[in-house]
Every structure is written in C-alpha cells, then in structure tokens.
C-alpha cells in the first residue's frame, strides 16, 4: 500500500513574489467608488488623508494584474508561510463520500487566521511613508490582533475600536491586542463625534463594524501622523490575500489535483478573494470551469438577500460610495458568534463578479454553521473559527452531493482561522444554547 500524503508545504523560494490583482483581468470592471462629497468617481488622492499613499494606489489600480510583494513583507511572511495545503481524509471518511476534500490552513498564522497577510503589507507601507499611528475597527478581534502585531514590527503605535459585544464577549482577543502594545476602545464610544452621534440616538447600540469603521476613520482624520487601516471588504485587502489561493494553486499541483470549486466563508470578501481569485484567472481565460462559492451567514446575508447599489463601507457615511450587495449602511447584524462576519455589505470586486454569475453565494444558519465545525473538529483535529465553520457547513453540502451522485469532485476551502480564542461560542452550542437569526428582509 502506497502512504498517503496529509500535508503540502512550499519552501521559502516558493512563496510567492507577487500579489494577483483581479482587477486587471475583469471581463466587466466595476463601477467606480464615488466621492460622497462630489459624487465624482474617486482619485487615488481623495484616499490619501485616511490610508497610506501606495494602498490607495492599490485600490484603484484597475491595470496591474500582478503586484509585487515587497521584500519586508515577504520575511514576514515567512514566519508562518507557506501554510500546509491538507486533505481532509478524516472529513471524507466522516462523511462517506467520494469527493476529494482539500483545506488552505490559514489558522497556522501566529494571529490564528488569515488576516495577518494583509495587516504586514498594511503596517509596512505606513512604515515607509513615515506613519507613526495606525487605527483601525474590529470585531472578534481577529483583524484588531493582526493590525496590532503587524503594528509592533514595523515600530508603529495601534489603536483598536472594537465592536462594542465582542469587546465583551471575546475578552481574550482584546488581551491579545493589549498583549502586543494597542489600545482598545469599544464600539459605539463617546471618543468620537461619529460615536457620540449613535450612542444619543440609541443608548443601548451594541456596536457593528459599520459603527467602530466611523470611529477609527474619524480618529485617523483627526490625527496627524495617524492612518487608518482596514482589514477587509477593499480591493487592496483582497489583493494581499491571494497569496492564499497563489500557494494552494502550486500546492495543489503538488497533489496532483484541480478543484472542481473552491469554498470560502465571506464577511466583507477577502479570505474568499484571497483563496478564489488566483484560480479564477484561469476560469476568465477559458481554461477551467471551477465553481466558486461564498458562505455567509443567514443572519447577516447581504450576497443572497442584499441589493446591488451605491453604499457606504461605515455607519456613519465616512467612507467612499461603493457599489456594492448591501443590507443598508444602518444595518446592525443580530450577535452571532461569527463575529467577523457580521458586516452590512460585500466587496466591489467579489460584488460584480457575483452580479455577472462568475461565483455563487450560499447562506448558512448559524446551528448548522457549528454542527459543521463540531464534526471538522472531532475528524480533523483542528477547532474552526465560528466564520470558517460557514464554509465547511458549504462544503459539506456538496461532498453530500457527490455522495449522492457517486462523483469524485475536487473541493478546496479556506480554513480562515482556529476556534481557539472562541470557546465561549462552543460551549454555548454544547449547550444547546445557539438560535438560528431569520433575516426579516428575506
Ligand atoms: C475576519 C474573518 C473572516 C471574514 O472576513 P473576510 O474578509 O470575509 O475574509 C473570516 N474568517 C476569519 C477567521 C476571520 O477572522
């Protein structure tokens, strides 16, 4: 009997050199961010007083396909990249089904997920540009413990305003952040103007990440020397992050195999962007038909029930106009534990290529988001974040197909972080404690 292979690695060499910019190859480019004030499509300039110079450049460029990755960030990276490739036997024995079921390990990150890779390029053009003060919004603190680790390498000051029910219910991220040197407020606060605005109009407003996004925007508006940061829904975090889908699709090549689809668990887009866009460059060219499939919560479901039309990224109409799938800028998520993924609206990117049918998007409630992860964790051995128990509950679906129809199809999802620092959650679920959210506007 010949061994079969769990892990795929790549050596240092092999991490990639460039980011892929799915922007540039888009049949259908989206339509331009608008300028609130002037209603005018955004310039690269009208960014500059928020995020550091060259991000904004990243965000608008619509004609590099590839970027390169600087050399800072890539010894970074190397702390924990490449991260294994794994095949889920133990997943497809549970399950009883013929499909090939891969996993990108994003959890092997100092942080516990995959936010760190664009938190290091974020911290480190800061750096460059003579930044001194990063702030930034968070949720679960997944992002808030990235941007604050990212924050202390590169010699940089962080403030945190985290989602003011996650600061109470996830204590042990706001540690972690304060373990690294930041300061953490919680979201909604009387710190800032946007703050106090929400709080008079509702005194018991339990934060969102629209409401923290106000916050940090103002403060880094308000600050010289101080930018802001975030880490997820823009085009330059989405670029960042395909250094996932870049090592799977050599790692994968490892195995011998293509994904037939490829799963990722969506709050603003950028761990599916990540892991999707490298290998959907090679659907736009004709050469494969892979499916890709987003999964968000039923709770908080902007790909499946929201609207495609010109938003804010925030609460309070700070942010840039961005056309986009929205529940509505005011939105606040009822509190699931997939704290990370309670955000109103979607990327511009993953948004028009879902309008233009080159990806799919499922809704998971929030029960069968932990029966999936509860079943990983006893097969695989590793606890999922409650955001990337959504994408193997979407996984788990199609293996069941493939039971059904015999087919030995190809999955790969991204497994965007360990449960770890979110066991509160599991025991609730144990418990028998966990409701299913009905979204009203379905
Ligand atoms: C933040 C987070 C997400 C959701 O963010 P995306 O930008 O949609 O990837 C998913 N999983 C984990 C573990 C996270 O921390």
């Given at each position: 009997?010949?061994?079969?292979?769990?892990?795929?690695?790549?050596?240092?060499?092999?991490?990639?050199?460039?980011?892929?910019?799915?922007?540039?190859?888009?049949?259908?480019?989206?339509?331009?961010?608008?300028?609130?004030?002037?209603?005018?499509?955004?310039?690269?300039?009208?960014?500059?007083?928020?995020?550091?110079?060259?991000?904004?450049?990243?965000?608008?460029?619509?004609?590099?396909?590839?970027?390169?990755?600087?050399?800072?960030?890539?010894?970074?990276?190397?702390?924990?990249?490449?991260?294994?490739?794994?095949?889920?036997?133990?997943?497809?024995?549970?399950?009883?089904?013929?499909?090939?079921?891969?996993?990108?390990?994003?959890?092997?990150?100092?942080?516990?997920?995959?936010?760190?890779?664009?938190a290091?390029?974020q911290a480190?053009?800061c750096r460059?540009?003579?930044?001194?003060n990063v702030?930034t919004?968070?949720?679960?603190?997944?992002?808030?413990?990235?941007m604050a680790y990212a924050a202390r390498l590169f010699g940089l000051e962080a403030?945190?305003?985290?989602?003011?029910?996650?600061?109470?219910?996830?204590?042990?991220?706001?540690?972690?952040?304060?373990?690294f040197g930041a300061?953490?407020?919680?979201?909604?606060?009387?710190?800032?103007?946007?703050?106090?605005?929400?709080?008079?109009?509702?005194?018991?407003?339990?934060?969102?990440?629209?409401?923290?996004?106000?916050?940090?925007?103002?403060?880094?508006?308000?600050?010289?020397?101080?930018?802001?940061t975030?880490?997820?829904?823009?085009?330059?975090?989405?670029?960042?992050?395909?250094?996932?889908?870049?090592?799977?699709?050599?790692?994968?090549?490892?195995?011998?195999?293509?994904?037939?689809?490829?799963?990722?668990?969506?709050?603003?887009?950028?761990?599916?962007?990540?892991?999707?866009?490298?290998?959907?460059?090679?659907?736009?060219?004709?050469?494969?038909?892979?499916?890709?499939?987003?999964?968000?919560?039923?709770?908080?479901?902007?790909?499946?029930?929201?609207?495609?039309?010109?938003?804010?990224?925030?609460?309070?109409?700070?942010?840039?106009?961005?056309?986009?799938?929205?529940?509505?800028?005011?939105?606040?998520?009822?509190?699931?534990?997939?704290?990370?993924?309670?955000?109103?609206?979607?990327?511009?990117?993953?948004?028009?290529?879902?309008?233009?049918?080159?990806?799919?998007?499922?809704?998971?409630?929030?029960?069968?988001?932990?029966?999936?992860?509860?079943?990983?964790?006893?097969?695989?051995?590793?606890?999922?974040?409650?955001?990337?128990?959504?994408?193997?509950?979407?996984?788990?679906?199609?293996?069941?197909?493939?039971?059904?129809?015999?087919?030995?199809?190809?999955?790969?999802?991204?497994?965007?972080?360990?449960?770890?620092?979110?066991?509160?959650?599991?025991?609730?679920?144990?418990?028998?404690?966990?409701?299913?959210?009905?979204?009203?506007?379905?």
């Amino acid at each position: 009997m010949s061994e079969k292979t769990k892990r795929y690695f790549l050596s240092e060499e092999e991490i990639p050199r460039y980011w892929y910019n799915i922007l540039a190859e888009m049949p259908v480019k989206p339509l331009p961010p608008l300028n609130p004030a002037t209603r005018e499509p955004l310039k690269p300039e009208d960014l500059y007083p928020v995020f550091a110079e060259e991000l904004c450049r990243q965000e608008l460029n619509s004609s590099d396909a590839w970027i390169e990755i600087p050399d800072e960030v890539r010894e970074k990276y190397k702390y924990y990249r490449s991260t294994p490739l794994v095949r889920a036997y133990g997943l497809e024995a549970a399950l009883g089904t013929p499909a090939h079921i891969y996993f990108k390990n994003e959890s092997v990150s100092p942080m516990g997920s995959h936010k760190l890779n664009s938190a290091l390029a974020q911290a480190y053009y800061c750096r460059k540009e003579g930044v001194t003060n990063v702030t930034t919004e968070t949720g679960a603190g997944q992002w808030g413990a990235s941007m604050a680790y990212a924050a202390r390498l590169f010699g940089l000051e962080a403030a945190v305003y985290q989602v003011k029910v996650s600061y109470e219910q996830k204590p042990y991220r706001r540690s972690m952040m304060q373990t690294f040197g930041a300061q953490v407020t919680p979201s909604p606060s009387m710190s800032t103007r946007a703050g106090k605005d929400i709080l008079t109009a509702n005194p018991h407003h339990q934060g969102s990440l629209g409401t923290a996004i106000s916050e940090a925007i103002e403060l880094a508006r308000t600050t010289p020397g101080c930018k802001y940061t975030l880490g997820s829904v823009l085009n330059h975090v989405a670029l960042h992050q395909t250094v996932i889908g870049l090592e799977a699709e050599k790692q994968m090549a490892l195995a011998g195999e293509y994904p037939d689809m490829v799963i990722a668990c969506f709050g603003g887009g950028s761990n599916f962007g990540g892991i999707a866009f490298p290998f959907m460059r090679h659907n736009l060219k004709g050469a494969s038909s892979t499916r890709f499939i987003a999964a968000e919560p039923a709770s908080c479901p902007k790909l499946t029930c929201g609207e495609f039309r010109y938003d804010f990224g925030d609460e309070a109409g700070y942010t840039p106009l961005l056309p986009m799938f929205t529940l509505g800028h005011d939105f606040t998520p009822p509190n699931v534990h997939a704290g990370g993924l309670r955000y109103h609206g979607a990327g511009v990117i993953v948004s028009q290529l879902l309008k233009d049918g080159l990806m799919e998007a499922v809704d998971v409630e929030q029960i069968e988001s932990f029966d999936a992860g509860v079943l990983f964790a006893r097969s695989e051995g590793i606890i999922p974040a409650p955001e990337s128990c959504h994408a193997i509950a979407a996984t788990i679906r199609e293996a069941a197909k493939c039971r059904e129809t015999g087919e030995e199809k190809v999955i790969l999802f991204c497994l965007s972080g360990h449960g770890l620092v979110d066991m509160a959650s599991y025991d609730k679920y144990l418990a028998g404690d966990l409701v299913n959210y009905a979204y009203k506007g379905r």
